[in-house]
């Protein structure tokens, strides 16, 4: 019996459909708890070629929602660990590993040779340059986040508005499972709709989750969901870019007092300052910092008063 056989009798699947999971690229960014369920669905639907980005390893704290893994993994680089998961359970499909960080610089690439794009990092510089990326290939995009008790996941661009079209404006604060918890089963119910958003589309069923987003609050065990398909995209947005990508053109300023420059040419000024000396001339402001909140936060606070272009980096996402 076809390991897919239990699939391929629902008539939204069928033989045809499972040929396209099989044909289908798909990209995930992050190999942490929102993948540990999602990379293993995935995996076990046939899709052909799962190409898994991580830079980080696998550390005991994160044992409890990061359930791909096991305590004699610690240590290990997380794409591998969970790339050797995923052939474990299906060893028919191409799966590659890739032990690195997704950058503005490596992103276009990545993004270029896949069918579609799930974003398990669950850090919104990344779920932002990925935005950016995806609403210029027309590559649809699976996004979520999970922090405490509740969480989201929606479907974005390949026709659909972007992140930035329902989500403008800068996060309030820069909380992470790290600072301010989370529960397992949270991250899991959100990864798992992951997996089930990024079949629909790839089988074409509808009505499509792009242009769907979905919340789900764990204490209530309540969710809701809404369509933004006539969301519209910013004005003006403020791109995240690569320190390797600024040129001696640029106006580079470094915002964090406490920590190495992103970039040579960087100056080390509060943007209080900056505010009092905004110079004339059109050019590019970069604007750096750890995660890039602070930089977009200053963006924002400026953007009226700024001639040019106005681009963030994030040490985070460098």
Request: glycine share 8%; hydrophobic share 45%; charged share 15%.
């Amino acid at each position: 019996m076809s390991r897919y056989a239990r699939q391929i009798i629902l008539p939204e699947v069928g033989a045809d459909r499972q040929t396209r999971l099989a044909q289908a690229r798909v990209l995930v960014i992050g190999a942490g708890g929102l993948a540990a369920p999602c990379l293993p669905l995935l995996a076990g639907a046939g899709i052909g070629h799962l190409t898994i980005v991580d830079g980080d390893t696998v550390a005991l704290s994160n044992l409890h929602r990061q359930t791909l893994f096991t305590e004699a993994d610690c240590g290990l680089p997380k794409a591998q660990a969970a790339a050797s998961r995923c052939r474990a359970i299906n060893s028919v499909i191409t799966i590659e590993a890739l032990d690195c960080k997704l950058t503005p610089a490596n992103a276009p690439d990545l993004v270029t040779h896949s069918d579609l794009v799930v974003d398990c990092a669950d850090n919104y510089a990344v779920s932002y340059l990925l935005s950016d990326i995806c609403i210029s290939q027309d590559t649809p995009l699976i996004s979520a986040s999970a922090l405490g008790l509740g969480g989201y996941v929606g479907g974005f661009c390949g026709g659909a508005p972007s992140l930035r079209a329902v989500f403008p404006d800068a996060p309030g604060n820069d909380a992470s499972c790290e600072t301010a918890g989370v529960l397992g089963p949270v991250v899991g119910i959100i990864g798992a709709m992951q997996a089930q958003m990024a079949l629909n589309i790839l089988l074409g069923l509808t009505p499509s989750p792009l242009g769907q987003l979905v919340q789900f609050d764990a204490q209530s065990l309540r969710s809701a969901s809404f369509r933004f398909d006539k969301a519209t995209e910013p004005d003006r947005p403020f791109r995240f870019v690569a320190a390797s990508e600024l040129t001696d053109t640029d106006l580079i300023i470094e915002l964090r007092q406490d920590a190495p420059v992103l970039h040579p040419l960087a100056r080390r000024i509060s943007l209080e300052q900056l505010a009092q000396n905004l110079p004339t001339l059109d050019t590019r402001l970069a604007l750096c910092c750890a995660t890039g909140l602070r930089a977009w936060r200053a963006a924002e606070e400026i953007t009226q008063k700024w001639p040019g272009e106005i681009v963030l980096v994030a040490a985070s996402a460098s």
